[in-house]
């Protein structure tokens, strides 16, 4: 669990802005994924990558944007297209691409609207 | 596409006594099913899983039961502590990508 890291722990967002957060993984793992966390509706899979410079959708992209530029990193922009931010929100990694492996947490990102 | 749903959503037990959370999965093609514990303002992390050519798997005084014709999986824990109060998600996957259910708030009081 050490091996994943998301920055900041807690992000205030004010209308009309653009924030970015961080997810960075010392594992070498190939695969990365975005969940978004609200209370009663479990994760729900923003968007995900198997490998540097490639990424997918999941099933609420819509207002997110995300990079993967370099393996151990994938970072999550909430553009002010995403109207409901307020969330909690998890980055997960794998070791291979395909999801039938263990996914491995950071310990989340809590976003708020000012 | 897949959907994954899980039941109870709250459930409180005694210590010492049993816990089950059941799940059923849509689609038939999904072949690994994990469980993860997440404790309260914590990550979740794995506490067991179990692929589709498994029917059951014990780790302690947890296990996971599979039945593929019903397409459904459950969370059997037994001896329950105090320290086993957390949510608990069930998810699916055949892929790519793990669907999560809901999550169930396991509450054990002493």
């Known amino acids: 669990d050490g091996g994943i890291t998301q920055s900041p722990k807690y992000l205030f967002r004010k209308e009309g802005q653009n924030v970015t957060l961080s997810c960075e993984q010392n594992l070498n793992h190939d695969a990365m994924y975005w969940y978004r966390q609200d209370p009663g509706q479990g994760l729900r899979l923003i968007y995900y990558?198997?490998?540097?410079?490639?990424?997918q959708k999941g099933d609420i992209a819509e207002g997110y944007s995300v990079s993967r530029e370099k393996k151990e990193s994938f970072p999550l922009t909430v553009t002010s297209a995403q109207k409901n931010p307020t969330a909690f929100y998890l980055c997960?990694?794998?070791?291979?691409?395909?999801?039938?492996?263990?996914?491995?947490f950071g310990p989340g990102t809590r976003l708020l609207v000012l | 596409g897949e959907n994954v749903e899980q039941h109870p959503s709250t459930l409180s037990v005694q210590e010492g006594d049993s816990a089950v959370i059941k799940c059923t999965y849509s689609?038939?093609?999904?072949?690994?099913f994990p469980w993860y514990k997440q404790e309260l303002g914590k990550r979740p992390q794995l506490i067991i899983d179990?692929?589709?050519?498994?029917g059951e798997k014990k780790d302690q005084r947890i296990a996971v039961t599979l039945n593929k014709t019903a397409k459904h999986f459950s969370l059997h824990i037994t001896e329950t502590q105090p320290e086993d109060s957390a949510v608990y998600f069930c998810?699916?996957?055949?892929?790519?990508?793990?669907?999560f259910g809901t999550g169930t708030r396991l509450q054990v009081f002493p």
């Open positions: 990558s198997q490998i540097v410079n490639d990424f």
């Open positions: 997960a990694s794998s070791p291979q691409t395909q999801a039938q492996e263990t996914q491995y």
């Open positions: 179990i692929r589709s050519n498994v």
């Open positions: 998810a699916a996957s055949k892929t790519d990508k793990l669907i």
């Open positions: 689609d038939s093609a999904s072949n690994y």
